[in-house]
């Protein structure tokens, strides 16, 4: 299985960026898409970003011209790059990788802080 760990959270004010970083280790040969999630306080866990082993990049529309993803496969590294950021972008981000071989066999980051003050 994957092993992921998130790193760049922190507080930041609105307008601010934030660059957060995810490293994977273990066995990656199975991965279809690595990207970020996000949850914030009494709210459902949701998608922000991935890019596919192809290079398919895909967006909430929450975020969509002020986040952008970039993998590194040397690294083996995905980062999101957050810029114009705002109170509503407050959450604990997650790392993600979506498995060729089904969702049972996808892996989390255990999540990072990201808080936005106005």
């Known amino acids: 299985q994957v092993q992921l760990v998130e790193s760049g959270g ?53 975020v969509k011209g002020r986040f952008t993803i970039s993998r590194d496969k040397v690294k083996s590294t995905v980062d999101l790059q957050m810029t114009s950021l705002k109170p509503e972008d407050t959450a604990v981000y997650y790392c993600h990788v979506e498995s060729r071989y089904g969702s049972a066999e996808d892996s989390w980051g255990q999540g990072t802080q990201v808080t936005v003050s106005s």
Not at 10 to 34: E, N, P
Not at 36 to 52: D, H, I, L, N
């Open 10 to 62: 922190g507080l930041v004010q609105s307008g601010g960026s934030l660059r957060l970083s995810c490293k994977a280790s273990g066995k990656k040969f199975g991965i279809f898409a690595m990207g970020w999630y996000r949850q914030a306080p009494e709210k459902e866990r949701e998608f922000v970003a991935s890019m596919s082993e192809g290079g398919t990049i895909r967006y909430a529309d929450s």
